[in-house]
């Protein structure tokens, strides 16, 4: 297989470490095989101990699979913290020791701020924060990246490479990750939310469900390709569809009536607000259980 190299600051990677082995690990470990950024040799995971899930990995993409943790950390130039949040405590506190100054420390785990994992490692670490969302697993994500003052650019452009395998991404700052959460990392179940809606509409009004769907997810593909490369705000291509005393007018109206939008609006607000409460929280017990190791 071909390989991509990393020309980031002139340097290649040669390593990439996984802790956890759930879903959203391996949506990005497939998009950073099968666009060539590494080969399945050089990326690493482990899990707490679902071995059954490591062969599974291991037979998709070739990677390889390690519950020591110096043979996972040995010239790794990065490992990606995708454990389930309420493990993490136990996960850094075995694998600091391992740590090296070089190594970027990437974090997915929702509302676990780098402060706190620096804390839990007991020292300064480069760390960078990902907020992908489920859309990874087509290579569709909307990835905010957000990188502490010991990241490097070349770190950063490393962490962007990795995570433009799987979508579109931008970089935040720390404190907009939770609003980045209600928006977009929340923002796939919205979608299906609406969809449900329609296909509900679509069987009141006799359409059969297997063409009903084909029908919405083509009507969502298309408007999302209109936003993407018209230069016209969302508005302005909802009035040029919106003829005066016409079906598509009939049908806002009602939305209007019920406050939709308003609704929306509503909504994110509260998924951002519940993110950073939940971070909060989070890190308020991951403090109290953790034992810092000292440096």
């Not at 010239?75 to 850094?92: C, E, F, R, Y």
């Not at 600091?96 to 994992?117: H, K, M, N, Q, R």
């Not at 929280?281 to 034992?291: A, D, F, G, R, T």
Request: proline content about 2%; glycine content about 8%; charged content about 25%.
């Amino acid at each position: 297989m071909e390989i991509k190299e990393n020309s980031i600051g002139g340097k290649r990677m040669k390593k990439l470490v996984f802790i956890g082995a759930g879903a959203m690990a391996e949506a990005l470990m497939s998009g950073i095989i099968e666009n060539k950024l590494l080969g399945g040799g050089q990326v690493w995971v482990t899990n707490r101990q679902n071995q059954k899930r490591l062969d599974q990995l291991k037979a998709s993409y070739g990677v390889n699979a390690s519950y020591k943790y110096d043979e996972l950390f040995r010239d790794a130039d990065a490992v990606i913290l995708a454990m389930k949040p309420k493990d993490a405590a136990s996960a850094i506190a075995e694998f600091t020791p391992f740590l090296t100054d070089s190594l970027l420390v990437i974090s997915v785990l929702a509302g676990v701020s780098s402060e706190t994992i620096e804390k839990a490692a007991g020292r300064q670490l480069a760390v960078a924060r990902a907020m992908p969302n489920t859309s990874a697993a087509v290579n569709k994500s909307a990835t905010a990246i957000s990188t502490n003052e010991r990241v490097t650019e070349t770190q950063k452009g490393l962490a962007k490479e990795l995570f433009d395998t799987v979508g579109l991404t931008a970089f935040v700052k720390e404190q907009q990750l939770d609003a980045v959460t209600g928006l977009s990392g929340s923002g796939p179940a919205y979608i299906y939310y609406l969809v449900e809606a329609m296909e509900k509409s679509a069987a009141e009004i006799g359409i059969e469900q297997q063409l009903a769907k084909a029908l919405i997810v083509q009507t969502l593909l298309g408007a999302a390709e209109m936003l993407t490369k018209s230069d016209k705000d969302p508005k302005q291509l909802r009035m040029e569809v919106t003829s005066p005393g016409g079906t598509t007018e009939a049908g806002v109206s009602i939305l209007e009536k019920h406050g939709v939008q308003d609704a929306m609006v509503a909504c994110i607000m509260q998924a951002a607000a519940h993110s950073r409460k939940m971070g909060e929280m989070l890190s308020i017990e991951l403090n109290k259980e953790w034992q810092p190791i000292k440096s």
